[in-house]
């Protein structure tokens, strides 16, 4: 099953808030954002299509602003948002010019998906970028965003962002290896599980929430995000992205991370995806 992981054509990368950012200070790990990018790059020259779901916006935003403790007001996490948006985009497009690739800013919120009309147009967005060969980097327009309208966590829109372009895999990159039996912080025995054919319930229970200060989806958000994926048609890993070797590795059809492997539903439909 992972050989197969090697001919993966149109590929969506979630990169989170806790990736891109040093832990000691909050500020963007500029290292590690190169790396990301150089083998995005890379794969784009093997002629993969590459979509990035990057969250980091509210981060940057407050690091810049001085303000090191997390918001919880929604006004001031979407201010942060807006500052941060503009700082995260003009680094991504830096570091992609260097391999002069192309990128694009996509901002969504769920009336985007919801809005039969706004889907569609969205989808023949994506599809045009891709076909120019562009990398799109999809956010959640947070500034506009309100309780309703809101995705909650990148998980969850990467999963969407799976969906409406019809990708052939899903990539998490997370501060953890993949899904264990439980928390590996608390249990040393906990084991890694490598493949995932059917998520069942007590898998949702196995899952733990945000431990990050600066991420918002835990565990349970991406086996979440791979039910909507893996019925979308798509398969999905969780990948730890403290090393970003890990993704060749994933791509060459080593067994690092954990597949949850797709199961396309008949008649599948995103509405049925957006009551959360």
Do not use: W
């Not at 690739?101 to 039969?116: C, G, H, S």
């Not at 067994?255 to 509405?271: S, Y």
């Amino acid at each position: 099953m992972r050989s197969k992981l090697k001919d993966k054509k149109r590929i969506v990368f979630k990169v989170g808030s806790s990736t891109l950012t040093h832990e000691e200070t909050g500020a963007l790990n500029l290292v590690k954002m190169e790396k990301f990018v150089r083998i995005l790059t890379d794969l784009h020259n093997q002629g993969k299509e590459i979509v990035v779901v990057s969250s980091g916006a509210i981060a940057v935003g407050r690091k810049a602003l001085g303000n090191m403790e997390r918001p919880t007001e929604r006004a001031v996490k979407q201010a942060c948002a807006a500052v941060g948006q503009i700082r995260l985009m003009t680094v991504y497009q830096k570091l992609f010019s260097e391999y002069n690739q192309n990128t694009a800013q996509i901002l969504m919120t769920k009336i985007t998906i919801a809005n039969d009309t706004s889907r569609h147009n969205a989808q023949n967005t994506f599809c045009e970028l891709l076909k120019m060969g562009v990398i799109p980097i999809v956010n959640e327009n947070d500034t506009v965003a309100t309780d309703e309208i809101d995705f909650g966590d990148n998980d969850y829109l990467s999963a969407i962002v799976s969906a409406i372009v019809g990708a052939d895999l899903l990539v998490l990159l997370s501060d953890i290896d993949g899904l264990y039996t439980d928390d590996p912080n608390k249990n040393p025995d906990a084991k890694l599980i490598s493949q995932v054919d059917h998520i069942t319930d007590e898998m949702l229970g196995m899952a733990k929430g945000p431990v990050s200060d600066v991420g918002t989806g835990g565990m349970s958000s991406k086996v979440e995000a791979a039910g909507i994926a893996n019925d979308a048609g798509a398969d999905m890993v969780i990948l730890n992205g403290d090393d970003m070797e890990h993704i060749n590795q994933l791509l060459d059809g080593e067994e690092v991370g954990t597949l949850f492997t797709a199961h396309k539903t008949k008649h599948f439909h995103l509405k049925n995806y957006l009551d959360r």
